[in-house]
Antibody
Framework: QVQLVQSGAEVKTPGASVKVSCKAAGNSITGYYLHWVRQAPGQGLEWMGVINPSGDATSYAQNFQGRVTVTRDTSTSTVSMELSSLRSEDTAVYYC????????????WGQGTLVTVSS | QSALTQPASVSGSPGQSITISCTGSGSDVGGYNFVSWYQQHPGTAPKLMISEDTKRPSGVSNRFSGSKSGNTASLTISGLQAEDEADYYCCSYAGSSTYVFGTGTKVTVL
């Protein structure tokens, strides 16, 4: 059973950075792309970025260029997303999601991590 | 990259069929065969319902079907059931390893 387990909720002040991790059991993300998607309270889903299976290539949504960094540690089957220069509008639930190569689909999702940005 | 356009809400009675549209452009929906659909119940992570425009993953009810014409993709739910009440999102590949989601549609079972 594939399970993506994300790190716990975070509370940050404006201007700070946050790093959210997504860990998979066994080899369940080996060979897969890992995406990050966020959802502000009461709002829709927003795609943020993706990292390739080997961890040496990333792509980000234009809205987050320069503020988001996705990294991957293949030895621990962990993918992380760091968002900097936080503002109140970044308050959201952040999800990681797995994509089988060249399918364009997200078949398994993490449970979500609430990040609250407040002074 | 602008969000794909979906109706804010769609409703139907049990047993009826409803269709949710997802309109993009030739740079996303119309340019690739990579539209997927997700169902999301309150407080839970999204669940894949349709992939690659029309494919239904194993375990998803055959009451759900996908189609596409030009720059508009559609999700049809037939034999509507109470458990289908949820938010639905389309998602499309948009080139250069990027993706875009739809604005989301709230489905209400009357």
């Amino acid at each position: 059973q594939v399970q993506l387990v994300q790190s716990g909720a975070e509370v940050k002040t404006p201007g700070a950075s946050v790093k959210v991790s997504c860990k998979a059991a066994g080899n369940s993300i080996t060979g897969y792309y890992l995406h990050w998607v966020r959802q502000a309270p009461g709002q829709g889903l927003e795609w943020m970025g993706v990292i390739n299976p080997s961890g040496d290539a990333t792509s980000y949504a234009q809205n987050f260029q320069g503020r988001v960094t996705v990294t991957r540690d293949t030895s621990t089957s962990t993918v992380s997303m760091e968002l900097s220069s936080l503002r109140s509008e970044d308050t959201a639930v952040y999800y990681c999601a797995r994509e089988p190569p060249t399918t364009g689909l997200f078949d398994y999702w993490g449970q979500g991590t609430l990040v609250t940005v407040s002074s | 990259q602008s969000a794909l356009t979906q109706p804010a809400s769609v409703s139907g009675s049990p047993g009826q069929s409803i269709t949710i549209s997802c309109t993009g452009s030739g740079s996303d929906v119309g340019g690739y065969n990579f539209v997927s659909w997700y169902q999301q119940h309150p407080g839970t992570a999204p669940k894949l319902m349709i992939s690659e425009d029309t494919k239904r993953p194993s375990g998803v009810s055959n009451r759900f079907s996908g189609s596409k014409s030009g720059n508009t993709a559609s999700l049809t739910i037939s034999g509507l059931q109470a458990e289908d009440e949820a938010d639905y999102y389309c998602c499309s590949y948009a080139g250069s390893s990027t993706y875009v989601f739809g604005t989301g549609t709230k489905v209400t079972v009357l």
